[in-house]
């Protein structure tokens, strides 16, 4: 069977999976979550006229003159005076300006003169001055729909105003780690054992993500058994990932079970290394990710292919994943037939974001993660690539 080139098993997850549903919550439960919805400023920001340095509200009129001092003005509460004529206001950053004044002179140009103030330079008007509603009017929009909410936007929802948002409900995950060799660690290991790694990449994955403690089961390879724990997951969960299982060997299950479950096969093998057994059906709106068993593998298919497949549930509009540009820092070997995806040390220093190839790139090996915070796509051809050549690029 030919393998599914990268750009079009992406162009599958964007025509066939199905948005989730949206809701309302409280912002403090909406970081991580996709917009439904344009919120729109409930007040004007500022919501009044105020100073943004610590000083005296005075009128720009007088000039340099001595000011007698009336009052304060505090953040937090109006002042109950009226700047007159050769008057001022002591005014903190942030308090209300008073009626009368229109600027303020910040305590660094100015001189205490026992019950008043001298101004050492004169001020313009608007000086050291926030206008009512010069950020936003209320009633304009601060973010559009299929952006995904993150800390920055939550404070900005919650300075105007605005303290529930309409978004996408999130996915609920169910993780399938399959193989009869697979141990958890701490566990002994008889002969022909591993330890698991794709239990704890794929768990910890989704946590870091913003998408909770996925539903983790172990199965055996053992059909039977596959087919009740993929079952319960379908009936449970939104988007479902096995790992393992995937391939060709007489105990590769996912695609037989999935299909006798009703989960409609979109494509099986992508023209990618590592990855290539990588299955994607659908059962209605449940997604199915066959992820195969080797870890590398496992982790190139959460950064690409997860990573486009929660972007449609949610709605996300922006391009997901999202690629970086940079350049090659040593010549890297190509492969004819699949796409590489590979990991790679990222150097910033020099302005441009410099692309360093590890050593232990086996589809069975992670253990140069320490130093790999790039995956670098090198899509398949003949020729190397050379030192300097562009490459796109994610964080991993
Ligand atoms: N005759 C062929 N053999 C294989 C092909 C092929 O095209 N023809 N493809 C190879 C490629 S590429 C991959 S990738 C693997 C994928 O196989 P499966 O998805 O069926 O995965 P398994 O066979 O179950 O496991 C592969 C490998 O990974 C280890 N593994 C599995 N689960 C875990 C885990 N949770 N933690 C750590 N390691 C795990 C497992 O022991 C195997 O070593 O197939 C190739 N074969
Ligand atoms: O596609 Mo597999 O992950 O190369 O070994």
């Known amino acids: 069977m030919a393998l599914l080139p990268i750009v079009e098993a992406l162009a599958c997850y964007h025509s066939a999976v199905r948005t989730l549903p949206t809701h309302r919550v409280p912002l403090e439960l909406a970081l991580g979550s996709v917009l439904a919805e344009a919120p729109e ?16 509200a005075v009128r720009s009129a007088d000039g340099c003159s001595t000011r007698a001092l009336v009052g304060t003005a505090a953040a937090g509460a109006p002042a109950e005076v009226t700047v007159g004529p050769g008057e001022a206001v002591r005014i903190l950053t942030g308090g ?11 305590q660094e140009i100015v ?4 019950d008043g103030i001298l101004l050492r330079e004169a001020v313009h008007k608007g000086e050291a001055i926030r206008r ?3 950020e936003l009017v209320a009633g304009t929009p601060i973010a559009e729909a299929g952006q995904r909410i993150t800390a920055g936007l939550l404070a900005a929802f919650a300075m105007a105003g605005i ?59 053992d059909e039977v058994a596959l087919e009740e724990a993929m079952s319960a997951a379908l009936d449970s969960a939104d988007f479902i990932v096995t790992s393992g299982g995937v391939s060709v060997g007489d105990r590769d299950f996912v695609p037989v079970v999935a299909d006798r479950l009703g989960v409609r096969e979109i494509f099986w093998k992508v023209a990618q290394k590592p990855g290539k057994p990588l299955w994607f059906g659908m ?3 449940k997604v199915l990710l066959g992820m195969p068993g080797n870890p590398a593998a496992v982790l190139v298919c959460l950064a690409v292919h997860a990573r486009a497949v929660l972007a449609r549930l949610e709605g996300e509009t922006a391009e997901q994943p999202a ?17 590489r995806l590979v990991r790679m040390r990222l150097d910033m220093s020099g302005g ?15 253990s140069n993660l320490a130093s790999a915070h790039a995956l670098v796509w090198l899509p398949a051809r003949q020729e190397t690539f050379a030192a300097g050549e562009e490459a796109s690029w994610l964080y991993i």
């Open 352 to 366: 441009v974001a410099s692309l360093e190839l590890l050593p232990r790139q086996e589809s069975h090996m992670l």
């Open 96 to 106: 209300m300006l008073p009626a009368g004044a229109d600027a303020v002179a910040r």
């Open 41 to 56: 400023a409930r007040i004007s920001l500022p919501r009044f006229t105020q100073s943004s340095m610590d000083g005296y």
């Open 111 to 114: 001189e205490r003169t026992g």
């Open 163 to 221: 303290d529930s948002v309409e978004v996408h409900r999130r996915p609920r995950v169910a993780v399938l780690v399959t193989g009869d060799e697979v141990i958890r660690v701490g566990e002994p290991l008889a002969p022909g054992q591993v330890y698991d790694a794709n239990g704890p990449l794929l768990r910890a994955w989704f946590v870091e993500n913003g998408y909770g403690e996925p539903v983790v089961a172990y199965v055996r390879d």
């Open 323 to 339: 690629w970086r540009r940079g350049m090659l820092a040593s010549a890297v070997e190509a492969d004819s037939e699949r796409d």
């Open 132 to 134: 009512e509603g010069e």
């Open 283 to 285: 059962r209605d709106d």
